[in-house]
């Protein structure tokens, strides 16, 4: 049962996964455009995603038409956070790989301009941006350093200037020096937002690099076995001198940081929901048209069982994320432990879920042929990154107890 195959089944006509019907919280002219992406997700993506996966290539030229569907950053488009939450886990549903590219280019590149980038950052950056005429990256995790980067930050920025004497033909700026890992987009991205320590005064700061100036160095990290379409790179800055103009004004501590990740911790919390949608759809679909001993694998008790445990799972779920996006819409947000806990637990359950959904497969379950192969190692990826289970477990116990654990 290919992706192919999969187009036109007699479960077309059954529940959706979204048992509790989410979807019709949306407005009208939202869930219109929620169709929209979904035809464009099944012309575009689907027949193809595995193929991606299996070359560990990423498909550059679906661009254009993307960015012709105007989803970039939903929320500044006039869209509710429901509607952004629900684009990504469509996107997740259908390939994971596209959805974590779109998340880091739009919810953490994009974003940044929109929230830290000043007047002019925007005019010369936003348009080309958000109509993915140039693609961006979010260059914060070091080799060293992921859940403890903010204090063990080991990129440096060294002012520079007339006064010093240092400064070149482009004038005053900076000099980046040293590492970072784990870059989505980062092997072909145009633009990527740095995070380096000064070292003046020890904080942190972001600047727009272009990916294209000397002494700046990227490496795609091979043998992956998740997000394998997603082009993460390893990036080494050696002297590498940006202007003063492209360093983001608006940050100036990593609590801006934060700021730009409980966001887009909020959009990886739906990735773990669209990953539960992928799974059930496709572990329903062969409970129902496989056979063994004579019957489909659906009329067997405990393959119900499992079909009905990933989907409470999922509408659970869904269920967390449609009241962090109702958070969204009061003064105060939603809180980071309260995006914490809806992270930790979406990727938990949907390890569970994915794991049932592989485990209704069989053998088929672990070769590509199959999606089910794919949805199972791209969960592993999203369970760690934007904070792992056990850190955002830990900031959640935090609030809880007043106490910390992890300092």
């Known amino acids: 049962m290919t992706g192919a195959a999969q187009a036109t089944s007699a479960v077309d006509t059954l529940p959706g996964a979204d048992f509790f019907g989410y979807e019709s919280l949306l407005s009208a002219s939202e869930q219109r455009k929620l169709g929209e992406l979904r035809d464009f997700l099944a012309a575009e993506i689907a ?49 994971t790989s596209i959805a974590t590219f779109f998340l880091v280019h739009h919810d953490l590149f994009v974003e940044s301009l929109y929230r830290f980038g000043s007047g002019d950052q925007r005019n010369r950056y936003l348009d080309d941006a958000s109509k993915l005429r ?22 440096r920025a060294r ?14 700026g900076w000099v980046l020096n040293g590492a970072k890992r784990w870059i989505g987009n980062g092997t072909f991205c145009d633009y990527m937002l740095v995070w380096a320590r000064d070292e003046a005064d020890g904080a942190v700061r972001g600047f727009i690099v272009d990916a294209s100036l000397p002494g700046v160095s990227r490496s795609r990290i091979e043998n992956k076995i998740a997000l394998r379409t997603v082009q993460n790179a390893d990036i080494v800055f050696d002297n590498v001198r940006v202007a003063e103009a492209d360093r983001f004004a608006g940050i100036s501590s990593f609590e801006d940081t934060n700021e730009l990740l409980r966001g887009s911790r909020i959009m ?107 949805i199972f190692a791209d969960a592993e990826a999203i369970y760690t990154y934007e904070g792992s289970y056990e850190i955002n477990t830990l900031i959640v116990g935090r609030a809880v107890t007043g106490v910390s654990a992890i300092t």
């Not at 070359?55 to 550059?60: C, G, H, L, R, Y």
Request: aromatic share 8%.
């Open 47 to 95: 027949p193809f995603a595995g193929d991606w996966w299996n070359k560990a290539e990423f498909p550059a030229h679906i661009l254009p038409k993307l960015a012709a569907l105007e989803l970039s950053t939903p929320a500044q488009r006039g869209y509710s956070h429901l509607f952004a939450g629900l684009v990504i886990a469509e996107m997740t549903r259908v390939d």
């Open 268 to 374: 990886v919390a739906w990735q773990a929901v669209g990953q539960q949608l992928a799974a059930f759809d496709v572990a329903r679909q062969y409970a129902v048209e496989r056979h063994q001993f004579g019957r489909p694998l659906a009329r067997f008790q405990l393959i119900q069982q499992q079909l009905v445990s990933m989907l409470g799972n999922a509408v659970a779920s869904m269920g967390m994320m449609a009241r962090i996006a109702q958070l969204q819409l009061q003064e105060q947000g939603a809180g980071m432990a309260q995006v914490a806990l809806a992270k930790s637990y979406t990727s938990a359950r949907m390890r569970e879920t994915v794991a049932m959904g592989r485990s209704i497969l069989g053998g088929n379950g672990i070769v590509t042929d199959y999606r089910m192969a794919k």
């Open 134 to 155: 140039t693609t961006g990256a979010f260059a914060l995790t070091e080799p060293g350093h992921g859940s403890d980067v903010a204090g063990g930050m080991e990129t």
């Open 159 to 172: 002012r520079i200037s007339s006064r010093t004497g240092e400064a070149d033909d482009a004038g005053d």
